[in-house]
């Protein structure tokens, strides 16, 4: 009776354990999933395909909304620096948009269509500034470096869409250099 006893316990005893086992294991499973989500969303909207500076940005709780926007602003931004937004600049912000993710149902979307026809206020790219700036103080040099490299590129594509005449000369104005080097002083 007592091995029966013994023997009852034991597996009470074994089956909690490899309960809780279970229950940490699926935890751990899923958050591994949610993560891994994470990252394909945050590469989906930048380009971004370093897993370390995808791993930083999830760290930092950026999500693939806040990065959408914060790679549109600058290019919206240089589209706009002499004043203008011509058709070819339109054409390259459609394509970095597609590139970014965005569907023509999304807000985001929405909100760069508006922008074709009126210039977003400045406080925009205030906003944008200030909220590279605190980013910038939690990424390392390298998950830094490849956001900057990744969203001033797209910035500067963006410059070069309808620079020049004919393909000669230069292709970017000193305006829109002017906010090109005003995105990348956010980063200092």
Same mark, same amino acid.
């Given at each position: ?83 203008? #937004?011509?058709?070819?600049? =339109?054409?390259?912000?459609? +394509? !970095?948009?597609?590139?970014? *993710? @965005? $569907? %023509?149902?999304?807000? &985001? ?41 990744? #969203?001033?590129?797209?910035? =500067?594509?963006?410059?070069? +869409? !309808?620079?020049?005449?004919? *393909? @000669? $000369? %230069?292709?970017?104005? &000193? ?14």
């Amino acid at each position: 009776m007592s091995e029966e006893f013994l023997g009852d316990r034991r597996k009470a005893l074994e089956e909690e354990f490899f309960a809780k086992q279970n229950q940490r294991l699926l935890q751990q499973f899923r958050e591994t999933m949610a993560a891994k989500a994470q990252h394909d969303a945050l590469a989906a909207a930048s380009g971004i395909t370093d897993a370390a500076v995808l791993e930083q940005l999830a760290a930092a709780d950026v999500s693939s909304e806040t990065l959408a926007a914060l790679s549109l602003v600058p290019l919206v931004e240089v589209a706009w620096a002499d004043g203008t #937004l011509d058709a070819q600049e =339109r054409s390259a912000l459609l +394509a !970095a948009a597609e590139h970014a *993710g @965005l $569907g %023509k149902e999304s807000v &985001s979307y929405q909100l760069l269509d508006a922008w074709f026809s009126e210039r977003p206020p400045p406080k925009l790219l205030a906003a944008w500034k200030a909220y590279v700036a605190g980013l910038s103080r939690t990424l390392d040099v390298h998950a830094k470096g490849a956001l900057k490299q990744d #969203l001033l590129g797209r910035a =500067r594509v963006i410059a070069e +869409a !309808a620079g020049g005449f004919l *393909g @000669l $000369g %230069k292709r970017i104005s &000193s305006a829109e250099q002017a906010v090109l080097t005003e995105l990348e002083q956010a980063f200092a």
